[in-house]
């Protein structure tokens, strides 16, 4: 049984707005928590009902379970501020790396949604990379710079609609690298 891409979007957005909430109304700490719980949740469901996980949020809850529970035992908030700096860091080492072997990863990804020439799938991946250690490095700037306010709201929103903006200026690019079947 497959979920509806809706409810995949909810199971995806429900850990941050878990964070978010649960960082207004009761702290960090408590936001860690949350966060924690809700993406192996989300994790749990979307395994029970599709019986595989994707790696992207496999990866992101596995680094949130790791890093929140070090903020947690220890007691230091620095732990769950870096966490977005190394999913993003991970994602950029993959796909930078399979750029040094001209490998496309994105295409393992994405290669039902886009049908891309070899070089289109080359290119992406590496405008990806050099994004997401783009991010990672915004990322070290606010939380280093700003009161861990700032830092959450950019976290939920700045990182997000960055994400967003970017995926979006890369249509025009996608179907000028797309191949007409």
């Keep these: ?3 509806k891409p809706q ?3 909810l199971l995806d957005i429900l850990p941050l707005a878990v964070f978010f909430i649960s960082y207004k109304w009761l702290g960090l700490f408590a936001a860690t928590t949350g966060i924690i719980i809700t993406s192996l949740v989300s994790l ?3 395994y029970f009902f599709e019986r595989k996980v994707a790696l ?3 990866i992101s809850a596995a ?3 790791i890093f929140g529970s070090l903020t947690l035992y220890l007691h230091d908030e620095t732990f769950i501020k870096i966490k977005p700096t ?3 860091l991970v994602f950029a080492s993959i796909l930078l790396g399979g750029c040094l072997t001209n490998k496309g990863l994105l295409r393992h990804i994405f290669g039902q949604s886009f049908n891309l020439s070899e070089r289109g799938w080359f290119l992406l991946s590496r405008r990806w990379g050099f994004f997401f250690i783009f991010m990672a490095g915004l990322n070290e700037l606010v939380w280093r710079n700003f009161p861990t306010e700032t830092w959450v709201n950019f976290k ?3 990182l997000i609609g960055l994400t967003v903006a970017f995926a979006t200026s890369q249509m025009r690019f996608v179907l000028k690298h797309s191949k007409i079947d």
């Design 1 to 3: 049984m497959t979920l």
């Design 7 to 9: 409810i995949k979007l």
């Design 44 to 46: 749990l469901i979307i």
């Design 56 to 58: 992207s949020p496999l």
């Design 63 to 65: 680094v949130v379970a």
């Design 86 to 88: 190394l999913v993003n």
């Design 156 to 158: 939920v929103f700045g």
